[in-house]
């Protein structure tokens, strides 16, 4: 085996680009971040609302002069008829245009919106794909799914909001009150001032509501993680009958859930009973002053019915306007509640310098190494060992004394906090992530595989296999007859996790799907403990050569699996306290020799039966 050092150069087959495009970690940036997506889409969208809404808020103007022109004369006269066509032809202009501008800026938004909502999964897909193992072991999967969910369609409803409610809300104010103005100047500020105060309130009211839409939608969160936390053991549960039990866990979350929901519902209703109680004043106010104002001759008969119905108009938009604050700060919560919990900084990202190094040799290095999942209570301190290019290495050891913390730092699960893990000569923290998992590969002790076909789940090792590939990899791990053996053979789907198939079988499917990946090293954390003997025997053959050329780590329970390794690693709380051959470690006497006399039915004794 050639010990050649690593190289600079692409890894052997394509992956993602480890390179995650940073996000805003605010909740409104982040919503402005995804406008530049379809930036010319909602540029038209917010033509075309305007256009729909200025057609809109003309039409009582348009009124107004058809009313002045019937109330002209007591009686109907060519003239007046004659004087009647303008208005008339204005008003069924404007709204036929309300009804075309109107439709198209809803057309865009059915366009705009699935896909946008589509973009948002997507990049916080990507986003999520590389938090480290950590941020996954300290969250429900869920709980995850369901804020990814929640924050693609937060996302588009806030937008929404601000395009198709908001903005034409803003443009009937605004044109409102300055037609009210020509009409009657006291009458136009008597109407901007209560507008001013109104949305002002209300912005500020309706601010406060968001933390109270924070809280409810990461309880909405926590109670979908509990129930998929739960679905996913429901066999566990079946086997304690804890149905009732886990019901009852439910019902706790639902109870929190529930008091997020009343705190934020309540508060939002007492904002609507200031919103409406205030537009009901006005209401009144509005006609009692236009009325005064047309008894006193200062305005008259149009202008009465265009202030009126303008008036009206106002009071409507500022209470929509107020109802719209509430709602778009519970989609700003929803939202919030994703971005906090998703964009987060990644713990593991590949340095600036990271190369794409191409493992050749397979040599291994922990050189003076301390970390901890906790670093208060390290689990190794100072770890230095060599594992050569090729060689092939037990890991044994009590339960707890390290050996899946070291493949979990040597596939770089974690990074460490002191000292380095080099392959080739390369720290692994050098490396891209992809290249470095390109070129390491795990068969886990339970293997966990996709709800898909095996074809695919077996296929996943290489993804430009060919069908013929993936069968003479299937194969050679001793999982073809048994595939066959289905009605659908290959295209057979495997249930979640795979739970289809039995522990030996998915094992079997991990072991054909690294066959394909043929990378330079290899970790076994006991690949073959759900055989039975007999496959047991052939899968190690088949091992054997598979193991061929590589540099080859198992983490083992049963000492008869490593005995013929090259090479032997005893662990004790988190130090390698022997190392050597089987044959040199029994000769020793020591804590191998230990383990291997008192290893009961195969497996090792714990260390309190040990001691
Ligand atoms: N994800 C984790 N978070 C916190 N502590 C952990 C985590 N995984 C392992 N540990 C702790 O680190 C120490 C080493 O555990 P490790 O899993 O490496 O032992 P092991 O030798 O592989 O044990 P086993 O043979 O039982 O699998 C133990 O004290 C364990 O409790």
Redesign the pocket.
């Known amino acids: 085996m050639s010990a050649a050092g690593p190289e600079d150069g692409p890894a052997p087959s394509s992956g993602v680009s480890s390179g995650v495009p940073a996000l805003p970690a605010t909740p409104l940036r982040f919503i402005l971040h995804f406008v530049a997506s379809y930036p010319w889409w909602y540029l038209a969208m917010l033509l075309f609302e305007t256009a729909n809404v200025t057609c809109g808020i003309l039409l009582p103007y348009a009124l107004g002069r058809i009313v002045k022109g019937v109330t002209a004369s007591p009686v109907a006269s060519p003239a007046v008829v004659d004087a009647l066509h303008g208005p008339l032809l204005l008003f069924v202009a404007l709204c036929a245009g309300e009804l075309v501008f109107g439709r198209i800026a809803g057309g865009i938004q059915i366009r705009i919106g699935p896909r946008q909502r589509q973009n948002v999964t997507r990049t916080l897909f990507h986003y999520l794909q590389h938090h480290s193992?950590?941020y996954f072991?300290n969250s429900f999967a869920g709980s995850l799914a369901h804020r990814v969910s929640e924050t693609a369609l937060g996302v588009v409803q806030a937008l929404w909001s601000l395009l198709t409610e908001f903005w034409p809300i803003a443009i009937v104010l605004t044109v409102s009150i300055v037609l009210m103005s020509r009409a009657h100047v006291q009458l136009g500020l008597f109407v901007s001032l209560w507008a001013v105060l109104f949305i002002g309130l209300s912005y500020l009211l309706a601010r406060r509501s968001r933390p109270l839409a924070i809280n409810a939608s990461a309880a909405r969160s926590d109670t979908t993680g509990k129930v998929v936390d739960s679905v996913t053991n429901l066999s566990s549960t079946r086997l304690f009958a804890r149905l009732g039990f886990e019901r009852q866990l439910l019902d706790e979350a639902q109870v929190t859930e529930m008091a997020a929901l009343r705190l934020s519902n309540r508060y939002n209703e007492r904002v609507r009973w200031f919103q409406f109680g205030a537009a009901a004043v006005l209401k009144a106010g509005i006609l009692y002053y236009a009325l005064t104002l047309w008894s006193r001759g200062e305005i008259g008969v149009g202008d009465f019915v265009m202030a009126v119905s303008l008036g009206l108009m106002i009071i409507n938009e500022a209470r929509n306007l107020s109802r719209r604050f509430l709602e778009f700060f519970e989609y700003i919560g929803n939202v919030a509640n994703g971005v906090h919990s998703i964009v987060q900084p990644h713990e593991l990202v590949d340095a600036p310098g990271a190369v794409a190094a191409r493992v050749r040799a397979g040599r291994i290095e922990f050189r003076d190494v301390a970390f901890?999942?906790?670093p208060a209570?390290p689990?190794f301190d100072g770890l230095n060992v060599t594992v050569e290019a090729g060689q092939r290495v037990g890991?044994v050891?009590?339960?707890?004394?390290?050996?899946?913390?070291?493949?979990?730092l040597l596939l770089r699960l974690y990074d460490v906090q002191r000292g380095a893990v080099l392959v080739d000569g390369v720290d692994v923290r050098g490396m891209t992530q992809d290249a470095l998992h390109e070129q390491l590969s795990l068969i886990p002790q339970d293997p966990s595989l996709f709800h898909r076909s095996l074809m695919d789940n077996i296929r996943y090792g290489r993804l430009d296999a060919s069908d013929d590939e993936v069968m003479a990899a299937a194969a050679q791990a001793h999982a073809h007859a048994f595939i066959m053996q289905a009605p659908e053979a290959y295209d057979a789907m495997v249930g979640e996790r795979g739970v289809k198939l039995s522990g030996g079988q998915r094992q079997r499917i991990a072991i054909a799907r690294v066959i394909l990946k043929n990378a330079p090293v290899l970790i076994l954390d006991e690949a073959t403990s759900s055989l039975d003997s007999v496959t047991e025997d052939a899968i190690q053959t088949t091992l054997e050569e598979v193991m061929r050329g590589k540099t080859v780590i198992v983490?083992a329970?049963r000492l008869s699996t490593i005995a013929h390794l090259d090479r032997i690693l005893v662990?004790d709380e988190?130090r390698i306290v022997e190392d050597g051959s089987h044959q040199a470690l029994l000769a020793r006497r020591g804590v191998y020799w230990q383990l291997w006399s008192r290893q009961a039915g195969g497996f090792l004794p714990d260390r309190r039966a040990a001691s």
């Open positions: 193992h950590r072991s901890g999942y906790d209570r689990v890991l050891g009590f339960s707890g004394s390290g050996k899946s913390t070291f493949v979990n983490v329970h662990f988190g």
